[in-house]
Every structure is written in C-alpha cells, then in structure tokens.
C-alpha cells in the first residue's frame, strides 16, 4: 500500500503545473521598470506584460521580443480608458492578472510653495490614484482565484520627507499607508501585498526629475535657488555613490515574486535599512536637526531673503 502511495506520489510530482503566474509591470521604458522587466523576461515560468505610455513604446519593441507569454502594451497609468483596454484584454486572454508590479513613477523637485495644484495632481495621479485604480482592476481576480501579489514600487521617500520633494513623499506616505491597510484587507482573501522600498539608485533617473513652472533651474527664480541649488547636485552624488542598480532592486522584486508569503516591507537598498532605523529610534526632536545638519549648507539657506525674527 504504502509502495503504491509513493509511486502516487512521484507520479504527481513528475507532472509539469501549467500555472504561469500573468504578471503586468508598469513603468517599463527605464531604470528600475526596465530592469524588472528583464529579469522577469529571462524567467520561463511567468506570462509577462511589460508596459509603458505611448511614447516610450519603441523603446520595448527594441528590448523584447513579443512571443505569446510575453506581451508589449501601452500604459499610461493616469489614463482610466488605458486601464481599462490593458485589463479588459489581459481578462480576455488571460483571465486575469495574478501579479501587479506598480513600478511607474515621477518625482518634483520643488518646495511646496513652488508647487501648483496641478503639479500636486499630477504627481499623485501618477505615484497614487494610478497604481491604486489599477490594483482596483485587478483584485477581482486574484479574490476569485484565492492568490495573487501586488507589489507596489515606493521609497524611502514614503517613510522619510526630505526639502524640495514634498509632493513625491506625499504621494509614497500615501501609497505606504494605501498597502498597509490593503495588506489586512486582501491578506484573508489570499492576495499578498509587499512595498518594495528602495533608497538610492545608481541610475540616470534624476535626469527625468520634474520641475514647477517656478522650480525650474533654468529660470533664475530667486526665491528658494539656494535650496535646489544645494539639494539637486546632493541627490545626485548620493545616487552616483551608491552601490545598488536597477537590476538589484529588480531581484528583490522577482524575490518577493518567488516567496509563497512575503512581508509587507521590504527595504530594497542598504540605505532604505538605515532610515528605517533613523526613523524608528532617533527620537523626533533630534532626528530632524540631525538630517538638517547633514543637508549641504542648510544653515545658509535663505539667509538672502529671509525676514527670520
Ligand atoms: N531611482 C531611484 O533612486 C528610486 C528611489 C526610490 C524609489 N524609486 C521608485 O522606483 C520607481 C521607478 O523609478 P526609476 O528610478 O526607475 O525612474 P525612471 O527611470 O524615471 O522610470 C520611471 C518609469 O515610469 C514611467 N512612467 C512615468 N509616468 C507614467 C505614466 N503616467 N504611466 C505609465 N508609466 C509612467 C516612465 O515611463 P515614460 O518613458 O513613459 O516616462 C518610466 O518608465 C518609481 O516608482 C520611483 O518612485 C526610484
């Protein structure tokens, strides 16, 4: 009896699972995305939709070739119509997507006085209400199905604010508190919800910061210069000398992919382990003078124009 068990048994094991887990990746076209995508793409046992808007498109049709558990798609995640089509046809094909990667995002550089209401906007629609109508498309499935993951892409930007990127850790505190509330709500339905959070990346991705119409460098705006003037060439030093790529945050992703219950919190950086601890155990009235100090000339800023009694 027992014999006949394990041949059973074997038997079971030596049959191949046709479950390919659909995975949709938005934000494809560069860094972190990109990186993602390729690795993703390297893997066999997945159906891979890497996407990017319209006009970033090309740069797809360059990297990968289309066969028929990979496709290339247009997605502009603020765009409701483009939700809908990417979801509809996924549905169709498909039945679903067991896997959401919220990857694509933009970042403002400028003080929140330089920011207009629709800069504001536009950096939640893209960081925030995107990713989160798109996890809306997809949860229906996954409850149906009984599984599924949604990896939402944040910062450490969303556990710590730093001057002239208040918009940008806004919308990733939001998005923090978006995944953690959704994590009780999903996780007796089966779904698992993980934060990927990566501090600096050595990327060119500061190349594509956004400015305000009164944040842009080019316009000698007096007010506040000191400050991007300080803050933009900072970042970008600490991005040159990290030690982390893309393609590093982009295993943690296939990690957490991987992992039958992943946590909610995974820091993607070794930098995003250190605020952490800066944040959790640093009490509030140092941890701000502390960060202030270590700003580049902070205690010069202003000195130009400020009315400071
Ligand atoms: N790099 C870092 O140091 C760092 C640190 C912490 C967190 N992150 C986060 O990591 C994610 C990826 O950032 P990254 O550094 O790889 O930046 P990136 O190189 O600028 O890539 C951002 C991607 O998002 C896409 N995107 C922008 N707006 C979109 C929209 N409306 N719809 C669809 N796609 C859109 C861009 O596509 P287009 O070609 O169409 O513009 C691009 O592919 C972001 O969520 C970012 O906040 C990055």
Not at 106 to 125: C, G, K, N, P
Not at 138 to 165: C, D, F, Q
Not at 270 to 289: M, S, T, V
Request: net charge positive; with cysteine.
């Amino acid at each position: 009896m027992r014999g006949l068990l394990n041949f059973l048994y074997l038997f079971k094991r030596s049959q191949t699972t046709r479950y390919k887990p659909v995975i949709l990746v938005t934000g494809c076209s560069s860094g972190i995305g990109l990186a993602i995508a390729e690795l993703l793409a390297s893997q066999k046992n997945y159906r891979l939709v890497v996407t990017a808007r319209e006009t970033s498109l090309e740069t797809l049709y360059a990297k990968f070739e289309e066969n028929e558990d990979l496709w290339i798609r247009p997605l502009d995640v603020t765009d409701p119509a483009s939700r809908l089509i990417l979801v509809g046809e996924i549905r169709q094909k498909w039945r679903g997507v067991d896997i959401l990667v919220n990857n694509a995002g933009i970042s403002y550089r400028a003080v929140i006085e330089h920011m207009t209401v629709e800069d504001e906007l536009h950096q939640f629609h893209t960081n925030y209400f995107g990713p989160t109508a798109l996890i809306r498309a997809v949860l229906p499935h996954m409850r149906e199905t009984g599984r599924g993951k949604i990896i939402n892409v944040s910062s450490v930007s969303g556990m710590l604010a730093m001057p002239t990127m208040a918009s940008y850790s806004a919308s990733k505190h939001a998005l923090e508190g978006l995944s953690e509330a959704l994590w009780y709500e999903v996780k007796p339905l089966g779904i698992n919800v993980t934060l990927v959070q990566p501090g600096f990346v050595n990327s060119k991705s500061f190349t594509r910061v956004h400015y305000t119409r009164k944040s842009d460098p080019t316009l000698s705006e007096e007010l506040y210069s000191d400050y991007y003037e300080h803050m933009t060439p900072f970042i970008e030093r600490l991005m040159g000398l990290s030690r982390t790529t893309p393609e590093q945050v982009a295993k943690k992703v296939l990690k957490v992919i991987q992992l039958q219950d992943p946590p909610l919190w995974v820091p993607a950086t070794p930098d995003a382990n250190i605020f952490y601890y800066l944040r959790r155990f640093i009490p509030r009235n140092l941890l701000l003078p502390l960060l202030f100090a270590l700003l580049p000339k902070a205690r010069l800023w202003a000195n130009r124009y400020t009315h400071r009694r």
